[in-house]
């Protein structure tokens, strides 16, 4: 069965740090992994989609890199605003469309 | 993208009554359907898989006499939720997928309060 961590589960950062969200899953037998990003009390906004084949993605701040055999993934985020500031969820594919996510990262970014 | 549209965003009801939750993707055919239930705090479980024209299929621990899954087309699906409880309250998401997408497009959530 495949398990999805997520560390840390908080983290508070002043405006303009850059900083590293951390995901982790069990089985490496993934189709792709996503990231999203989720506003209190809102549905999931797609950030970025890496293929099982691919090593890292790029969105404007955002940076995903994957590291599939070793069932690890990052979500780098330069120049940190607090418009940033909200949950980020992980999300390993793998039979099917099925997702697994983990618990997400609560992101504040203080003025 | 792609977009999925999810109502109500917010329903309050007594206990013991029914409860409709619909999602539709609005310019893709959905062939798969995904619902999703979130508590405070905690990330999203997967209740049920529905593919368009099939009977649902359900995550282990999920009662498929409460929560009622229909996807009769390929653009809605819906969940019903049957003599709610308090426990039931929580946060459903749906997502939406079609031929050819390698994304899952989500609902904007409805939060569900049983009194």
């Known amino acids: 069965k495949q398990e999805v961590t997520q560390i840390p589960a908080a983290l508070s950062v002043p405006e303009g740090e850059n900083l590293v969200l951390n995901c982790s899953f069990t089985?490496?037998?993934?189709?792709?992994l996503q990231w999203f990003r989720q506003d209190p009390g809102k549905g999931l906004t797609s950030l970025l989609l890496i293929q099982s084949s691919q090593r890292e993605q790029t969105s404007g701040r955002l940076n995903a890199s994957l590291d599939k055999s070793s069932g690890r993934s990052t979500l780098y985020i330069a120049a940190s605003q607090p418009g940033d500031s909200a949950t980020y969820l992980c999300a390993v594919r793998t039979s099917g469309s099925r997702l697994t996510f983990g618990e997400g990262t609560q992101l504040t970014v203080n003025p | 993208g792609a977009v999925v549209s999810q109502h109500p965003s917010r329903v309050i009801c007594k206990s013991g009554t029914s409860v409709k939750i619909e999602c539709r993707s609005l310019d893709f055919q959905a062939t798969t359907m995904f619902w999703y239930r979130q508590f405070p705090k905690q990330s999203l479980m997967l209740m049920a898989t529905?593919?368009?024209?099939?009977?649902?299929?359900?995550e282990q621990g999920v009662e498929k006499d409460k929560f009622l899954i229909n996807h009769a087309s390929l653009t809605l699906s819906t969940l019903t939720v049957t003599s709610a409880h308090p426990e039931d309250s929580s946060f459903y998401i749906c997502?939406?997928?079609?031929?050819?997408?390698?994304?899952?497009?989500f609902g904007s959530g409805t939060q569900l309060s049983v009194l």
């Open positions: 997502s939406a997928t079609g031929t050819g997408y390698e994304k899952l497009f």
């Open positions: 089985d490496s037998a993934i189709y792709n």
């Open positions: 529905s593919n368009e024209g099939s009977k649902a299929t359900y």
